[in-house]
């Protein structure tokens, strides 16, 4: 119904900045809110940060100040600008999306912080 698929993840030293990418295959307009989870080994998963149709944004305290997520209706795609990063934020990012046609859920991309 909803298809997201992530991209943008990768190896990054720490202090070093990731921009993580999830578009969707249809209109965003339509979709509630937005999100990005991310799941380390050996911990479940946790919500990072997330966006609605309206544009009001919510980050998890780890994050807030360093993490920024965003929307281009345009590109049907939400991304996740990550700067600062540290070796904790190590883990598989998720996108997901919530709407009129339920939950949906990305693959995931991962993202190693280490030098």
């Known amino acids: 119904q909803v298809q997201l698929v992530e991209s943008g993840g990768g190896l990054v030293q720490p202090g070093g900045s990731l921009r993580l990418s999830c578009a969707a295959s249809?209109?965003?307009?339509?979709?509630?809110?937005m999100a990005w989870h991310r799941q380390a080994p050996g911990k479940q998963r946790e919500l990072v940060a997330r966006i609605t149709s309206g544009g009001t944004t919510n980050h998890a305290d780890s994050v807030k100040g360093r993490f920024t997520i965003s929307r281009d209706n345009a590109k049907n795609t939400v991304y996740l600008q990550m700067n600062s990063l540290k070796p904790e934020d190590t883990a598989v990012y998720y996108c997901?999306?919530?709407?009129?046609?339920?939950?949906?859920w990305g693959r995931g991309t991962q993202v190693t912080v280490s030098s």
């Open positions: 249809r209109s965003i307009v339509s979709i509630n809110t």
């Open positions: 997901s999306s919530n709407s009129a046609w339920g939950t949906h």
